[in-house]
């Protein structure tokens, strides 16, 4: 199979700046998923949108879902120090997820 | 609280050696799956199984095996046929396929 590729690769942002991530994917989705991995945990779930929708939000995360472009970005708003972590989507074909190879995003205090 | 437990944390290889790694969950979900992730980078999967009994190649199964005897329990084991099992390992679960995944917090493996 075949892995997404997210952009950038790093971010670095000061506290209260927003940070948009970008992932593009290769199949036909039935969903695309947003994870976030602090550093030596595993993945925690952040949002799913299916393939029919165009935005989501939650709290102060906003998706967003090209599927003609076979693109989504993660925005966060407000961001936070305790945002610091890597960020990976995965597009969702079948019986499994394809993760990306993550966005690491630091905010800087 | 329901969730999943990965064990050990840290493990350590001798060549030659197979080494298993731990994998239970109490979220009652069906599928459960193994992913192996190299430094920088994302995740890559081993194996999956959806239902007690099955389960089916990922990615990169080779030098790797896998049981799923019990609904709670997925264990993994990294056989001496795998040259560079130095990664750390994810297991996950999900109520069903293509829905959200709980992660462990993962086994760090290193070669002795």
């Known amino acids: 199979s075949q892995q997404g590729e997210e952009d950038p690769q790093a971010l670095s942002i000061q506290e209260g700046e927003n940070a948009t991530m970008n992932c593009s994917y290769k199949?036909?989705?039935?969903?695309l998923q947003w994870y976030r991995q602090n550093s030596g945990r595993g993945l925690v779930h952040l949002i799913l949108i299916r393939s029919n929708e165009r935005e989501k939000h939650s709290g102060r995360l906003r998706v967003t879902l090209d599927t003609s472009k076979k693109s989504s970005s993660l925005l966060i708003t407000a961001s936070r120090a305790a945002d610091t972590a890597s960020y990976f989507c995965?597009?969702?074909?079948?019986?499994?997820?394809?993760f990306g190879e993550g966005t690491q995003l630091t905010v800087n205090p | 609280d329901g969730g999943i437990t990965q064990s050990p944390k840290y493990l350590f290889r001798k060549e030659g050696q197979n080494v298993t790694l731990s994998c239970e969950q109490n979220?009652?979900?069906?599928?459960m799956y193994w992913y192996r992730q190299d430094p920088g980078q994302g995740l890559r999967l081993i194996y999956y199984?959806?239902?007690?009994?099955?389960?089916q190649k990922g990615d990169i199964a080779e030098g790797y095996s896998v049981s799923r005897e019990k609904k709670e329990s997925f264990p993994l084991t990294v056989t001496s046929a795998q040259k560079n099992p130095t990664a750390f390992y994810l297991c996950?679960?999900?109520?069903?396929?293509?829905?959200?995944?709980?992660f462990g917090d993962g086994t760090r493996l290193s070669i002795l």
């Open positions: 996950a679960s999900s109520i069903e396929k293509s829905q959200p995944q709980h």
């Open positions: 199984s959806q239902i007690v009994n099955d389960f």
């Open positions: 199949t036909s989705i039935n969903n």
């Open positions: 995965a597009e969702t074909s079948g019986s499994r997820l394809t």
């Open positions: 979220l009652n979900h069906d599928a």
